[in-house]
């Protein structure tokens, strides 16, 4: 038997946490993110989900063209926020939660995704999480309709 030291062993239980817990292959862990251009939230949203165990691409875009994406990803304009992501047909829109992504692949609901509009206190790249104010992670339906998927109260 071959032993196994503890940093290896932390090692690898971190990376199975952030594996989708449903069947290996069937979902990846790949984000490409849509920036602002010189948007120094959206830099730190990036930072976040790449420190959250996620792969990460981004790009920046201006204006218009950061819109268009948004509407051709089927983001609604009251839920929009200053980024947009995607991952596995999914959008993330504004601050998202690193476990809130993870529960919507677990899940895989008939949506078009997830979105934090606004830009929130304390919300993921944001400010302090010990000092945030209340929001909520939306599910944006495929129709267009959106509900709570989850509430986070202020801290």
């Known amino acids: 038997m071959i032993p196994i030291s503890r940093r290896i062993?932390?090692?690898a239980a971190a990376a199975a946490a952030v594996l989708p817990h449903h069947g290996l292959g069937e979902t990846s862990a790949h984000i490409h993110v849509v920036e602002g251009t010189g948007c120094e939230c959206c830099k730190?949203?990036?930072r976040y989900l790449q420190e959250s165990g996620f792969e990460v691409t981004h790009e920046e875009r201006f204006g218009a063209l950061l819109m268009q994406h948004k509407l051709d990803l089927g983001v609604p304009i009251e839920a929009?926020?200053?980024?947009?992501g995607s991952i596995d047909g999914y959008f993330l829109e504004g601050h998202v939660p690193a476990a809130d992504i993870r529960k919507?692949?677990?899940g895989r609901p008939n949506a078009r995704g997830l979105?934090?509009?606004?830009?929130?206190?304390?919300s993921p790249g944001m400010g302090l999480e010990s000092k945030r104010d209340a929001?909520?992670?939306l599910l944006i339906r495929k129709d267009g309709r959106s509900e709570v998927f989850t509430h986070y109260p202020a801290a």
């Open 80 to 84: 929009s926020s200053c980024h947009t």
């Open 9 to 11: 062993f932390l090692s």
């Open 104 to 106: 919507l692949l677990q």
């Open 115 to 122: 979105a934090v509009p606004g830009m929130p206190y304390g």
């Open 44 to 46: 730190q949203w990036t």
């Open 135 to 137: 929001y909520d992670v």
